[in-house]
């Protein structure tokens, strides 16, 4: 993998300051490609997988047969299934989506995870959908956790809620445990808040006052015909804006 040019002079101090890497990590359960090509995916997930380049993205962060996944803010459940295909019947994906959400996702998490068999869903405290209080209660810490589109609605909603988020999804990892992290690019200048985006030097700055080292970056979701400019839902980019990809890792 290498390291995403766009971002390469913001990143020059973390590079040294964490031993930065960009190796590619990664061996998942037999059987992961004929889970991309199940037909118990729809079209319409499928569809995704040009631009959301699935067994890339999953390498690069590192999910291995056998581990214990925490995905974060999980939603509909479409990376859900790729954690589910990568770590097997001997690893463990537990999807979480705050108790605001539940209403709006109704039967469809807990049909998926009925379906796949590694997977449990768990609803966190809050009322509000972005409510960064996570208290996550897990059975044991978990190895990896994985978080896509999502951090940031609670950056920018201030720092201290930004914090907060990793902070829930940090406590939840063991020891050495990565997370991985894609979200909507941003440019510094832009109203961010209003665009669904947010600057990937925000990004890392958030993950390392959480305590996490950055332990590589990607551009392998970047899309250079959108130049930050738009909204995410707008039309001539739904679905196919540029994006960052991170791994951190909780210190030993």
């Not at 859900?80 to 097997?88: F, I, R, Y």
């Not at 808040?193 to 979701?221: P, Y």
Request: aromatic residues 8%.
């Amino acid at each position: 993998m290498t390291v995403s040019n766009r971002a390469g002079c913001l990143l020059t101090g973390f590079i040294l300051a964490t031993g930065f890497s960009t190796t590619v990590l990664g061996e998942f359960a037999e059987g992961f490609s004929e889970a991309l090509a199940s037909p118990n995916r729809s079209a319409e997930e499928k569809e995704r997988d040009v631009s959301r380049k699935p067994a890339q993205v999953m390498e690069f962060v590192g999910i291995e047969a056998g581990m214990t996944v925490l995905e974060i803010f999980a939603g509909g459940g479409w990376y859900t299934e790729l954690l589910s295909a990568a770590v097997g019947s001997d690893g463990m994906v537990y999807a979480q989506n705050p108790e605001g959400f539940r209403e709006r996702l109704g039967e469809a998490p807990e049909l998926r995870a009925a379906r796949l068999g590694n997977v449990e869903v768990i609803y966190t405290l809050g009322t509000e959908m972005f409510d960064p209080r996570l208290n996550i209660e897990l059975p044991m810490q978990a190895d990896a956790a994985f978080t896509a589109l999502n951090l940031h609605d609670y950056a920018n909603r201030g720092d201290e809620t930004g914090l907060a988020f990793l902070t829930g999804i940090y406590d939840a990892l063991a020891p050495g445990g990565i997370l991985g992290v894609i979200d909507h690019v941003g440019a510094v200048e832009q109203n961010n808040t209003d665009l669904h985006r947010m600057s990937e030097l925000k990004a890392q700055q958030l993950l390392t006052s959480a305590g996490f080292v950055i332990d590589g970056v990607s551009d392998i979701l970047e899309n250079t015909s959108d130049d930050h400019s738009l909204g995410i839902r707008d039309p001539a980019i739904r679905y196919n804006t540029d994006r960052m990809l991170l791994r951190a890792r909780k210190p030993e």
